[in-house]
């Protein structure tokens, strides 16, 4: 059996930069979120190590 660590989700990555649910829900519907350049349609996707997730106002 191997230890691997459990993938990270985008929606992983952005509560642990602080933002709440609701946020991230708010942001995702606006379509304020990308990652690596790409609009997020799924935030429960993988985003493993190196992944840049970027969130902008309007």
């Given amino acids: 059996m191997t230890d691997e660590p459990t993938p990270r989700s985008v929606r992983d990555l952005l ?3 602080g933002l709440s649910a609701e ?3 708010q942001h995702m ?3 304020r979120l990308r990652v ?3 609009r ?3 935030l429960d996707a993988p985003a493993p190590d190196g992944t840049r997730v970027v969130v902008w106002t309007e």
């Fill in 15 to 17: 509560m642990a930069a």
């Fill in 23 to 25: 946020r991230i829900d």
């Fill in 29 to 31: 519907t606006a379509g």
């Fill in 36 to 38: 690596d350049g790409e």
């Fill in 40 to 42: 997020v349609t799924d």
